[in-house]
């Protein structure tokens, strides 16, 4: 079974920069896809981010131009990089990941982990 795990949740002033990673295990298929998303106090969980196999990336309106997500297949590993944030940032922020699906279409994936904690500050 697929698992993940994310790293790298801090507390950082606005304007800066952060790199979230997510090591995973457990795939079968090479056909995947990886994401983020994130939660913010009294919000519901929104996208943010996604990849599949193939390299495809798809990002949310509020976070397109400031955040890069990046899979590495040789270490297992997802990342989020992060730049410019704002307060607006602070969240929880969880991996995802389905194995044997391309991103498209894909109305939810299957396994998150437990989240890492981003608070930007003014």
């Known amino acids: 079974a697929v698992q993940v795990q994310e790293f790298g949740g801090e507390s950082v002033q606005a304007g800066g920069s952060l790199l979230l990673t997510c090591a995973y295990t457990?795939?079968?298929?090479?056909?995947?896809?990886l994401a983020w998303s994130r939660q913010a106090p009294g919000k519901e969980r929104e996208r943010v981010a996604r990849?599949?196999?193939?390299?495809?990336?798809t990002y949310a309106d509020p976070v397109k131009g400031r955040f890069t997500i990046s899979l590495d297949s040789a270490k297992n590993t997802l990342t989020l990089e992060m730049n410019r944030l704002g307060p607006e940032d602070t969240a929880m922020y969880y991996c995802?990941?389905?194995?044997?699906?391309?991103?498209?279409?894909?109305?939810?994936?299957?396994?998150w982990g437990q989240g890492t904690q981003v608070n930007v500050s003014l």
């Open positions: 995802g990941a389905q194995d044997g699906a391309s991103c498209r279409g894909l109305a939810d994936l299957n396994v």
């Open positions: 990849i599949d196999n193939d390299g495809v990336t």
């Open positions: 457990g795939f079968r298929w090479k056909t995947r896809c």
